[in-house]
């Protein structure tokens, strides 16, 4: 399973775009990229998965580069209701999902 | 979505006792599900990979005789902590991936049972 590195904390403002970047460089062909959030006393849920290049939904961007050793979630135009863990996991479709210790973003008014 | 349950939400039971914790996809039929723990300020700990009809995988370090994992059912898996003791005190959290697999990794995670042991 591929190791994934994240800074442990992150400070913004509301209304400022986030971007979290993650670093994977063990990453094997047949890996995914997702991200989780999780507030305190609740279960992850899921945010966005990508294979390469760009990925966007209604609440997240991931882009990936063309090596996939790394890759960064955006988080547009964040509010204070943004602020929880961020976990980034990097694992094959069919296979268990190992947590590293995540990117705590603290979001101020 | 695909919705996950866990009860209870949180327990509180005497040392020594024994604890059961269930897991249930609600909408959706899982054969594979996964039982994390995690303490305050740290990240999940997958403790065991759950499979339904058969036994469970447990991660390294994972004692399981202290943890029992019963997946009977494609909707229902469940977890019993055996004489419980403080340090088992955490919160448990259950995921469960959809069967058949769809093409991402996408797990479906349970509310989390928060467990005190006295």
């Known amino acids: 399973l591929a190791k994934t590195t994240q800074p442990i904390s992150m400070d913004s403002y509301e209304g400022q775009e986030v971007n979290i970047t993650c670093s994977h460089n063990n990453i094997a062909t047949n890996d995914y990229i997702t991200w989780y959030q999780q507030f305190p006393s609740q279960g992850p849920r899921f945010i966005i998965q990508?294979?390469?290049t760009k990925v966007t939904n209604e609440v997240a961007s991931l882009f990936i580069p063309a090596d996939r050793k790394s890759s960064t979630l955006s988080l547009p135009r964040v509010s204070l209701s943004d602020t929880a863990v961020y976990y980034c996991l990097v694992g094959e479709s069919s296979y268990k999902l190992i947590f590293g210790s995540g990117t705590r973003l603290l979001v101020r008014p | 979505g695909a919705v996950v349950s866990q009860h209870p939400s949180w327990v509180i039971c005497k040392s020594g006792t024994s604890v059961k914790i269930e897991c249930r996809s609600l909408?959706?039929?899982?054969?594979?599900m996964f039982w994390y723990r995690q303490f305050p300020k740290q990240s999940l700990m997958l403790m065991a990979t759950?499979?339904?009809?058969?036994?469970?995988?447990?991660e390294q370090g994972v004692e399981k005789d202290k943890f029992l994992i019963n997946h009977a059912s494609l909707t229902l898996s469940t977890l019993t902590v055996t004489s419980a003791h403080p340090e088992d005190s955490s919160f448990y959290i259950c995921?469960?991936?959809?069967?058949?697999?769809?093409?991402?990794?996408?797990?479906?995670f349970g509310p989390g049972t928060r467990l005190t042991v006295l």
């Open positions: 909408d959706f039929q899982a054969t594979t």
């Open positions: 759950s499979n339904e009809g058969s036994k469970a995988t447990y």
């Open positions: 990508g294979y390469k």
């Open positions: 995921s469960a991936k959809e069967s058949p697999p769809n093409s991402y990794n996408e797990q479906f």
